[in-house]
C-alpha cells in the first residue's frame, strides 16, 4: 500500500504561480512512476503531467506545456508539480498517483495508476 498526501493548493490570480507537492508514504520502495490528474467542475479526470523515475523522463498534457513542471524531489518520496502563467481555465482539483507495478510502454494509462491522493484544491481568478 502507498498513501499520497497532496498540498499547495489555493487561490491565485491569473499569471501567477503554484507549486503543488505530493508525499507518499508506505511501500515507496516500488513506486516507479507518479503523475497529476486534475479535475475541472463538470469535467473528467484530465492527466497533467506524468514521471518516470525509471527511465528518467517525463511528459505533459498539451495544454499545461511550457507551464507546468514535474519533478521528484531530494526525498525521494516527495514529488512536486511547478505551475507556473496560470489561467482560470487551470482551476480544478489536482490529484498525484502512482504506480509501482511494471506496465509496458513509458508511461501508464490512466487505469494502471494504483494509489491515488485525496487532491488538493487549485483555484485561478481572471
Known amino acids: 500500500q502507498v498513501q499520497l498526501v497532496e498540498s499547495g493548493g489555493g487561490l491565485v490570480q491569473a499569471g501567477g504561480s503554484l507549486r503543488l507537492s505530493c508525499a507518499a508514504s508506505g511501500r515507496t520502495s516500488s513506486m516507479n512512476t507518479m503523475g497529476w490528474f486534475r479535475r475541472a467542475p463538470g469535467k473528467d479526470l484530465e492527466f497533467v503531467a506524468v514521471?518516470?523515475?525509471?527511465?528518467?523522463?517525463?511528459d505533459y498534457a498539451d495544454s499545461v506545456k511550457g507551464r507546468f513542471t514535474i519533478s521528484r524531489g531530494n526525498v525521494k518520496n516527495m514529488v512536486y508539480l511547478q505551475m507556473n502563467s496560470l489561467k482560470p481555465e487551470d482551476t480544478a482539483v489536482y490529484y498525484c498517483?502512482?504506480?509501482?507495478?511494471?506496465?509496458?510502454?513509458?508511461?501508464?494509462?490512466?487505469?494502471?495508476?494504483?494509489?491515488w491522493g485525496q487532491g488538493t484544491q487549485v483555484t485561478v481568478s481572471s
Open positions: 514521471i518516470n523515475w525509471s527511465v528518467g523522463r517525463s
Open positions: 498517483a502512482v504506480v509501482t507495478k511494471a506496465y509496458s510502454t513509458i508511461y501508464p494509462t490512466q487505469d494502471e495508476y494504483e494509489y
